[in-house]
T-cell receptor, first 114, second 110 residues
Framework: NAGVTQTPKFRILKIGQSMTLQCAQD?????MYWYRQDPGMGLKLIYY???????DKGEVPNGYNVSRSTTEDFPLRLELAAPSQTSVYFC?????????????FGPGTRLTVL | EDKVVQSPLSLVVHEGDTVTLNCSYE??????LLWYKQEKKAPTFLFML????IEKKSGRLSSILDKKELFSILNITATQTGDSAVYLC??????????FGKGTKLSVKP
């Protein structure tokens, strides 16, 4: 299994540009999550999904959108990039059929908005 | 609002020392508490503590959960330079989401 994969690894955007961060998992996990981590801070939840076709807001959803058309993929969309969205973005997945909250993280995408 | 507070925020020790990292939490409906280790990449899972498993041990690392006092500790004995990382205490919510503390940055000097 590849686990959780994310692309791209790095990206620089100009203010107002848009982009999609890709996330895929091949573990057949039903739950998927997007977090952002600012320097010196813990991870904050942006959006999450409990299964294909179902998404919900997390702690910091403003400026982002998600979709979950398949179990495997959970892309994160930035429509109008702002400097405040400069961060490292982590995607994660979890199998809720297993007791507990352990999440498996992707390698992250480092985004800079100038 | 659910909250996780870690202390200290940073810690410098020498190889061979024993360290204790602290985590206190205020949550409305406890489900689980997790510890992750983060180096210059994604967090990696260490332990999960629940009502039915309040003490975990793996090699030099161990963790306990005190549900009455609402805290957890992560203990690392005989520290090595490879233990240098940010250690994240994480509350596992009822929706499966995770609420992260800010982390404790541990630096182990040779």
């Amino acid at each position: 299994n590849a686990g959780v994969t994310q692309t791209p690894k790095f990206r620089i955007l100009k203010i107002g540009q848009s982009m999609t961060l890709q996330c895929a998992q091949d573990m057949n996990h039903n739950y998927m999550y997007w977090y952002r981590q600012d320097p010196g801070m813990g991870l904050k939840l942006i959006y999450y999904s409990v299964g294909a076709g179902i998404t919900d807001k997390g702690e910091v959803p403003n400026g982002y959108n998600v979709s979950r058309s398949t179990t495997e993929d959970f892309p994160l969309r930035l429509e109008l990039a702002a400097p405040s969205q400069t961060s490292v973005y982590f995607c994660a997945s979890r199998n809720d059929r297993v007791l507990g909250n352990e999440q498996f993280f992707g390698p992250g995408t480092r985004l800079t908005v100038l | 609002e659910d909250k996780v507070v870690q202390s200290p925020l940073s810690l410098v020790v020498h190889e061979g020392d024993t360290v204790t990292l602290n985590c206190s939490y205020e949550v409305t409906n406890f489900r689980s508490l997790l510890w992750y280790k983060q180096e210059k990449k994604a967090p990696t899972f260490l332990f999960m503590l629940t009502s039915s498993g309040i003490e975990k041990k793996s090699g030099r690392l161990s963790s306990i959960l005190d549900k009455k006092e609402l805290f957890s500790i992560l203990n690392i004995t005989a520290t090595q330079t490879g233990d240098s990382a940010v250690y994240l205490c994480v509350y596992g919510g009822s929706q499966g989401n995770l609420i992260f503390g800010k982390g404790t940055k541990l630096s182990v000097k040779p």
